[in-house]
């Protein structure tokens, strides 16, 4: 269900017209949809102050007309884009932080990772499935074994005694993604 039909039902509920069938819809999208909820118990809350303020017999589409009228006053009134938006944020920032942490260890554990691939047994004779004879396989490893090398003393040239830097970008991605998660909890 969309938002602005959820925000339709909260309107039937509060007007005291809302089907079971709407109820259980409403319901459901309550259950999942946080900024939604956030809305109901706004709407609630002004409604109760209406109560409260008028003597008078609240008519039937009240709450419809108020909200109606509100709503036209502040059409930004809606929060699900944006929450939206800072979701895909977390997750990109999430995504990027583990890849980049990954990259930080390939790079400061390289020689350790080759010795290790070169050196174990068993990830030799996995990558000789797919080269038939040995000493072929011994030459690709050490062709392979060159070329990444060629790789890794480029990325040190670049990286020099960089890896510093790499270790402080991810502490501030640590904070930024601590940031955005308190930010989320507190608007719940
Ligand atoms: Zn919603």
């Not at 930004?76 to 979701?87: G, M, V």
């Not at 977390?90 to 990954?102: A, E, P, Q, T």
């Not at 510093?164 to 940031?179: A, D, R």
Request: proline letters at 3%.
């Amino acid at each position: 269900m969309k938002c602005e039909h959820a925000d339709e039902l909260m309107m039937n509920y509060l007007d005291g017209v809302l089907s079971k069938d709407q109820a259980y819809q409403l319901n459901q999208h309550l259950q999942k949809c946080d900024s939604c909820v956030e809305t109901f118990y706004a709407y609630e809350q002004i409604q109760e102050e209406f109560k409260k303020m008028s003597v008078v017999e609240v008519p039937e589409d009240f709450t419809r007309n108020v909200m109606s009228k509100i709503n036209k006053i502040t059409p930004q009134y809606h929060l699900e884009p944006q929450s939206c938006i800072e979701n895909i944020n977390g997750i990109v920032w999430g995504i990027f932080s583990i890849l980049f942490g990954i990259g930080v260890l390939l790079v400061m554990y390289q020689q350790e990772l080759l010795q290790f691939l070169l050196n174990n047994p068993y990830t030799a004779s996995w990558i000789g499935q797919f080269i038939p004879t040995f000493d072929l396989l011994a030459d690709y490893l050490v062709q392979l074994q060159h070329n990444i090398n060629e790789v890794f003393v480029f990325v040190q040239k670049i990286m020099g005694n960089i890896k510093n830097v790499l270790i402080f970008i991810l502490i501030v991605l640590g904070v930024v993604q601590y940031q955005i998660y308190r930010k989320e909890k507190v608007e719940i």
